[in-house]
């Protein structure tokens, strides 16, 4: 076998997953662990989706209502609704108490009429919907954030997901700038694979990963020993040496972190009935319950402290047979009227607030190490959809719902907040919200994200969410 094809076999799929751009240089931890979890549901969040009680009351409930959208009723200037039971909205009851589970709604905000013009909404928004510019134009707030937050995990990043798409990468939704592509891992039998991998399968698994390793960094210095003096084909392989070598000691790190680890590890894909029972094409909400146990293990091990989970965002006709069999998520939008096809859609969204729910009370009852409270307490987990507000969505408006990160200067004390609808002089905007993230993550000077230009309303974070 030759130098080239050892190295086109490593660009293979499968080569990418090991050997992604999934981390870089360590750095020292500075402060309170600080981490970031952002949940993307495709194609559409309904504002009533995320109503309370309250929310509808201060509205005024004559003037919205069977609307599932009513930005035009929204205040001039921000509204704040503290003390809001807002597991009373349509979809997000799983955040309510029962006799096992605690209450969620004092950890939570909800955040109505933020928009996002600048993205262009229809059916997605690609990378827009994380860097608030035109889709492949600029690097997601993810992969801005994850440095700032990585401290000492392995990975910089897990990036999981599901998809319509017949592949098991996608590279649609987060991006480490322009035409610059983070990717997605959109199978968990091959996330778990990748992720887990040395870990899982002991000490032998490890190995050859290693030597793995090896193998392709000696391939690249023989390589480079044929070059002489300064190129860029040099330069390049110099680079690619140099995340080899990094990619070596993340190999370690996990070695010395696996017997940790694997106490917390999901069942093995040929063993979780989510993998095994999802059906062809599978079911997304099966598959994306499978990523959230893998992302709940990432996090409760201190393998990263940054997750996206998207939810069908790369090819988002998506099926949903464990709630409404043989109708596609495009045709179950067109369907919206027929109310069958509603109930689905509300149904789909109340899972993904239980999924999220789920991590978030795991990572309330796990005490931080080395801060105190709880982990949750140091983590900002965010769900929004990839395009705002409706199937062909225009962008204006962005439900979103943040728990968490109390720890951080969030305010998720139990409130609504609702801003003027786009297009008001008091609006603010999606990055905005970012801003507010990265503040959140430390950085007090993080206040220009977002490429809106001159139709950027106001600069920095969000004041009624952080403080």
Same mark, same amino acid.
């Given at each position: 076998?030759?130098?080239?094809?050892?190295?086109?076999?490593?660009?293979?799929?499968?080569?990418?997953?090991?050997?992604?751009?999934?981390?870089?240089?360590?750095?020292?931890?500075?402060?309170?662990?600080?981490?970031?979890?952002?949940?993307?549901?495709?194609?559409?969040?309904?504002?009533?989706?995320?109503?309370?009680?309250?929310?509808?009351?201060?509205?005024?409930?004559?003037?919205?209502?069977?609307?599932?959208?009513?930005?035009?009723?929204?205040?001039?200037?921000?509204?704040?609704?503290?003390?809001?039971?807002?597991?009373?909205?349509?979809?997000?009851?799983?955040?309510?108490?029962?006799?096992?589970?605690?209450?969620?709604?004092?950890?939570?905000?909800?955040?109505?009429?933020?928009?996002?013009?600048?993205?262009?909404?229809?059916?997605?928004?690609?990378?827009?919907?994380?860097?608030?510019?035109?889709?492949?134009?600029?690097?997601?707030?993810?992969?801005?954030?994850?440095?700032?937050?990585?401290?000492? @995990?392995?990975?910089?990043?897990?990036?999981?997901?599901?998809?319509?798409?017949?592949?098991?990468?996608?590279?649609?939704?987060?991006?480490?700038?322009?035409?610059?592509?983070?990717?997605?891992?959109?199978?968990?039998?091959?996330?778990?694979?990748?992720?887990?991998?040395?870990?899982?399968?002991?000490?032998?698994?490890?190995?050859?990963?290693?030597?793995?390793?090896?193998?392709?960094?000696?391939?690249?210095?023989?390589?480079? @020993?044929?070059?002489?003096?300064?190129?860029?084909?040099?330069?390049?392989?110099?680079?690619?040496?140099?995340?080899?070598?990094?990619?070596?000691?993340?190999?370690?790190?996990?070695?010395?972190? @696996?017997?940790?680890?694997?106490?917390?590890?999901?069942?093995?894909?040929?063993?979780?009935?989510?993998?095994?029972?999802?059906?062809?094409?599978?079911?997304?909400?099966?598959?994306?319950?499978?990523?959230?146990?893998?992302?709940?293990?990432?996090?409760?091990?201190?393998?990263?402290?940054?997750?996206?989970?998207?939810?069908?965002?790369?090819?988002?006709?998506?099926?949903?047979?464990?709630?409404?069999?043989?109708?596609?998520?495009?045709?179950?939008?067109?369907?919206?009227?027929?109310?069958?096809?509603?109930?689905?859609?509300?149904?789909?969204?109340?899972?993904?607030?239980?999924?999220?729910?789920?991590?978030?009370?795991?990572?309330?009852?796990?005490?931080?190490?080395?801060?105190?409270? /709880?982990?949750?307490?140091?983590?900002?987990?965010?769900?929004? /959809?990839?395009?705002?507000?409706?199937?062909?969505?225009?962008?204006?408006?962005?439900?979103?719902?943040?728990?968490?990160?109390? @720890?951080?200067?969030?305010?998720?004390?139990?409130?609504?907040?609702?801003?003027?609808?786009?297009?008001?002089?008091?609006?603010?905007?999606?990055?905005?919200?970012?801003?507010?993230?990265?503040?959140?993550?430390?950085?007090?000077?993080?206040?220009?994200?977002?490429?809106?230009?001159?139709?950027?309303?106001?600069?920095?974070?969000?004041?009624?969410?952080?403080?």
């Amino acid at each position: 076998m030759t130098m080239f094809n050892r190295r086109t076999i490593l660009k293979t799929a499968a080569g990418m997953a090991l050997f992604g751009p999934l981390l870089s240089e360590a750095a020292d931890p500075v402060g309170p662990p600080r981490r970031l979890v952002i949940v993307l549901e495709c194609n559409g969040i309904y504002p009533v989706a995320f109503l309370s009680a309250k929310a509808r009351s201060s509205l005024g409930s004559a003037q919205i209502g069977s609307d599932i959208m009513f930005s035009r009723v929204y205040p001039a200037t921000a509204r704040t609704l503290t003390g809001d039971a807002v597991g009373s909205a349509l979809c997000l009851d799983p955040l309510k108490a029962s006799s096992s589970k605690i209450s969620l709604e004092n950890r939570a905000a909800v955040l109505l009429g933020l928009s996002s013009n600048i993205t262009g909404g229809g059916h997605s928004s690609g990378t827009g919907a994380l860097s608030c510019a035109v889709n492949g134009a600029a690097a997601t707030i993810d992969a801005v954030l994850a440095p700032k937050l990585k401290r000492t @995990a392995p990975y910089e990043a897990i990036r999981l997901g599901t998809s319509s798409a017949a592949t098991p990468i996608v590279y649609e939704t987060c991006s480490f700038g322009p035409k610059r592509p983070a990717p997605i891992l959109v199978n968990p039998a091959l996330a778990y694979d990748s992720i887990f991998g040395s870990i899982a399968k002991g000490a032998s698994a490890g190995a050859e990963r290693s030597a793995l390793f090896d193998f392709a960094r000696a391939d690249v210095q023989a390589t480079l @020993a044929t070059f002489k003096g300064n190129s860029n084909e040099r330069t390049k392989l110099e680079r690619y040496l140099a995340s080899l070598e990094g990619l070596r000691a993340r190999e370690t790190q996990l070695a010395s972190m @696996a017997a940790s680890v694997q106490p917390l590890l999901p069942p093995a894909p040929a063993d979780n009935p989510l993998i095994k029972n999802a059906g062809s094409p599978p079911d997304s909400l099966m598959w994306l319950e499978a990523q959230f146990q893998i992302a709940t293990t990432c996090l409760l091990g201190g393998l990263t402290n940054t997750v996206v989970l998207a939810s069908g965002s790369s090819g988002f006709d998506v099926h949903y047979e464990s709630i409404i069999p043989t109708i596609g998520r495009h045709d179950l939008q067109h369907g919206i009227d027929t109310p069958a096809n509603w109930t689905a859609i509300a149904a789909v969204t109340r899972k993904h607030v239980e999924l999220i729910a789920k991590l978030a009370r795991t990572l309330a009852a796990t005490p931080e190490v080395g801060a105190s409270g /709880s982990m949750l307490d140091h983590t900002a987990i965010v769900f929004m /959809s990839d395009n705002g507000e409706q199937h062909h969505s225009t962008a204006a408006e962005w439900p979103t719902l943040v728990l968490g990160g109390n @720890a951080l200067g969030l305010l998720t004390d139990g409130r609504t907040v609702i801003y003027p609808e786009m297009g008001q002089a008091n609006n603010r905007q999606v990055s905005n919200l970012f801003n507010t993230l990265g503040h959140a993550a430390g950085d007090a000077d993080f206040n220009t994200f977002g490429n809106e230009g001159p139709t950027r309303i106001a600069q920095g974070p969000l004041s009624e969410l952080y403080g």
